[in-house]
């Protein structure tokens, strides 16, 4: 279905990737993977015809009104109702075959000044018939919207009042009822909860389409595709992988254990040769320094000779194309947390905690205890009010009912998913200088840590991305040294090689902590209990597993 030959692309000098070739075909569910910046973003837009290649060339077998594209930011009609946007307009089947009979007998009796007006008449009709089959099925609009959580959305409420989230919700519902023989996704799981994950997970795996998908949900990836592409920024390839997620890590670190020991091994003969060499060289130069004799003069130079060509293998071997660079370092975040003040044995109270909007009431008659070094994963359908109670913790909210106590000597870090914690005006570098006691060279040091190089660290923070944000944001905490982090969504904008090092980093963080996330993989290896909220109650459940099975 689609078919790239040898593309290569740069930016600004930059090589991206260099003759990248695969081909896609129908059924097939590809994963595209690489961190942020590799140029996965740009790969699709080449694959689209937004932007051109410097070399290579993208084929379809498939038109490209048969593909179907989700990007990360969506610009909906901010004038249409859900149901037309979704092309939920309903065709009357039985009413247009009538109007079809009634035109082509007209047609019959039509005279000749008339005749051209009733057949482009008949003509329309007959394509709204012929595509009937192809519009929305009102049993698939339910399942579609129910699956993505829109199914308590009025269809005929115009697009504009949804929320970001029910916009991205919205957009990939549209592009799922298109029908596509392709598919290319750009994170389709940001907004989703875990039953909207497990949900889509289902609907993608039965579908016979092509698919390019690039996500940074290791589960969702292990899930779903059948096949791993990754864009190394460091080579600047592209390599196929067959199987999911963890079929490919599986396979990178075989790769990696091969090529380390293939290192070792072409650097102990390398060495060998070398002293083979300087122990040529110092035989020389002792007969030479011992002796006038030409016997033995002769046999110096011999010895030279041997030495000479010993070298030269050597310069083969650096110079040749089967020469093995040294194993490079990931570069990565490094994010390790200081060491916190120890607070007390409970750490947070909720009493009789309520909260409502109206007459809508997110969750009442609260009593639970975070104790110290828990990690508790808060979890929930979207709209449920993780994020609200997170918020009345931090004081940004008032409870409708009871009351929220911190333990004793407990420091409290936030770090919000909308990232309003960061204030816009200030740069990377003014943020970290605010938050501790660093010199200048400290700082940018510091921030170098969490990938701001060179003049980056003096951006305004309102003008990064998101990503950008995130790492900022994870650095800010890392200054702060609280005891307690609140944390909503704090992996959602990093790339997978960030989240891993973020999770190692927690791993290692001896406080305590409360975190919303849909991340599975994060919630499954990390969560020593979890905080479920449903049906205006918030419960505890002893492990993620015990989650997942209330949810089946």
Request: proline content about 3%; hydrophobic content about 40%.
């Amino acid at each position: 279905m689609l078919h790239l030959s040898d593309i290569t692309k740069s930016y600004g000098g930059r090589l991206l990737f260099k003759q990248a070739s695969t081909v896609i075909n129908a059924g097939e569910r590809v994963g595209l993977v690489g961190p942020n910046g590799s140029g996965k973003t740009t790969l699709i837009r080449i694959i689209l015809g937004e932007e051109s290649s410097d070399s290579g060339a993208v084929r379809w077998d498939v038109p490209m009104s048969a593909v179907g594209y989700l990007p990360q930011a969506l610009d909906l009609p901010a004038d249409a109702t859900l149901r037309a946007y979704l092309g939920g307009e309903r065709h009357d089947d039985d009413a247009l075959a009538a109007e079809l009979e009634r035109l082509a007998e007209q047609l019959t009796r039509a005279q000749l000044d008339n005749r051209e007006a009733v057949e482009a008449a008949y003509h329309e009709v007959l394509e709204r018939l012929s595509s009937a089959d192809q519009s929305v099925q009102e049993h698939e609009l339910k399942e579609i919207l129910a699956g993505l959580n829109l199914d308590s959305l009025a269809l005929d409420q115009p697009v504009a009042i949804l929320s970001g989230g029910q916009k991205t919700r919205l957009g990939l519902a549209q592009l799922l009822l298109s029908r596509p023989a392709f598919l290319i996704l750009d994170e389709p799981t940001n907004h989703l909860d875990i039953s909207g994950l497990q949900w889509l997970e289902r609907y993608l795996s039965r579908s016979r389409a092509g698919m390019l998908i690039v996500s940074h949900d290791r589960t969702f990836l292990d899930q779903v595709v059948n096949r791993i592409l990754e864009i190394d920024p460091q080579k600047q390839t592209m390599t196929n992988y067959a199987g999911n997620y963890s079929d490919y890590t599986a396979a990178k670190e075989t790769e990696r254990v091969k090529y380390a020991q293939a290192y070792r091994e072409q650097e102990v003969r390398i060495a060998g040769l070398q002293s083979t060499v300087r122990g040529l060289e110092g035989q020389a130069r002792k007969i030479e320094g011992e002796t006038i004799d030409f016997y033995w003069r002769k046999r110096a130079l011999k010895v030279a000779r041997a030495a000479v060509v010993h070298r030269k293998r050597i310069e083969r071997m650096l110079n040749s194309e089967d020469h093995l660079e040294k194993p490079q370092q990931s570069y990565d975040i490094k994010l390790e947390f200081a060491e916190t003040p120890e607070s007390g044995q409970d750490v947070l109270i909720l009493q009789d905690l309520g909260k409502r909007f109206g007459d809508l009431v997110l969750f009442k008659d609260v009593y639970l205890t975070l104790r110290r070094q828990e990690r508790i994963v808060l979890l929930g359908p979207n709209g449920t009010g993780k994020t609200t109670l997170l918020r009345i913790i931090m004081g940004l909210e008032p409870p409708s009912q009871g009351s929220v106590r911190l333990g004793s000597n407990v420091k409290v870090g936030y770090l919000s998913q909308s990232q309003d914690t960061i204030d816009a005006a200030l740069s990377p570098y003014d943020l970290v200088r605010a938050n501790a006691a660093l010199d200048e060279s400290q700082a940018r040091t510091f921030l170098h840590y969490f990938l701001f190089k060179g003049d980056e660290v003096f951006t305004p923070s309102g003008s990064l991305s998101y990503g950008e944000r995130a790492r900022l944001a994870l650095g800010i905490l890392v200054l702060q040294r609280c005891n307690l982090l609140l944390l909503d969504e704090p992996i959602n904008h990093l790339d997978i090689p960030s989240r891993e090092r973020f999770e190692h980093a927690l791993a290692g963080f001896s406080g305590t902590v409360l975190a919303v996330v849909h991340d599975r993989y994060f919630a499954q290896r990390y969560a020593s209990a979890v905080w479920t909220i449903e049906d205006t109650s918030i419960q505890r459940l002893p492990d993620y597993e015990s989650y997942l099975r209330i949810l089946r």
